[in-house]
T-cell receptor
């Protein structure tokens, strides 16, 4: 298996632009997580899905952030409009079931908003 | 919110020595803990886990110790190698899905 796949790996955009980050979880995993990592705040959970359904989005910073999972093999995290403070590395992770807590992380997307 | 913190933000050790990375957690209800390793430019990678009904768990060259009385975790790496240089995170959960991560400790192995 190729592991969790994220794209793009790097994104540089101007303030006010829409940004879409993409994730393909490991096949067969039914939980998908979106995290944001910054030096100041570390690794923060934004939202997670179970069987394509959002379970907890309490970590989503504000309405500018939205996430979808239209099917078991694809999820998006969208920021509209983007702001410089959104600059961070965004990780997607997946896991098989509640009984297996090990989360497999993707390589991340480094977002820079100028 | 939850609070998971690390005592030492940076740690330098000589190759071949043992490394100890510490972590404090605040939620006494947490019942499962994981240590992750993150190399530069990569996502966190699972190292070892421990449940709250245990106080010690060993893996290959790594040992995790859990002291629930003082809410403290440690990761011990034996015979540290240059490839162990990375940032190490502890994470806790009591829900099984929502993990709270510490800010990380950067380990540098000196050849």
């Amino acid at each position: 298996d190729a592991g969790v796949i994220q794209s793009p790996r790097h994104e540089v955009t101007e303030m006010g632009q829409e940004v879409t980050l993409r994730c393909k979880p490991i096949s067969g995993h039914d939980y998908l997580f979106w995290y944001r990592q910054t030096m100041m705040r570390g690794l923060e959970l934004l939202i997670y899905f179970n069987n394509n359904v959002p379970i907890d989005d309490s970590g989503m910073p504000e309405d500018r952030f939205s996430a979808k999972m239209p099917n078991a093999s694809f999820s998006t995290l969208k920021i509209q409009p983007s702001e410089p403070r959104d600059s961070a590395v965004y990780f997607c992770a997946s896991t098989l079931s509640p009984g297996s807590y090990e989360q497999y992380f993707g390589p991340g997307t480094r977002l820079t908003v100028t | 919110g939850e609070s998971v913190g690390l005592h030492l933000p940076t740690l330098s050790v000589q190759e071949g020595d043992n490394s100890i990375i510490n972590c404090a957690y605040s939620n006494s209800a947490s019942d499962y803990f994981i240590w992750y390793k993150q190399e530069s430019g990569k996502g966190p990678q699972f190292i070892i886990d421990i449940r709250s009904n245990m106080d010690k768990r060993q893996g290959q060259r790594v040992t995790v110790l859990l002291n629930k009385t003082v809410k403290h975790l440690s990761l011990q790496i034996a015979a540290t190698q240059p490839g162990d240089s990375a940032v190490y995170f502890c994470a806790e959960t009591y829900t099984g899905n929502q993990f709270y991560f510490g800010t990380g400790t950067s380990l540098t192995v000196i050849p």
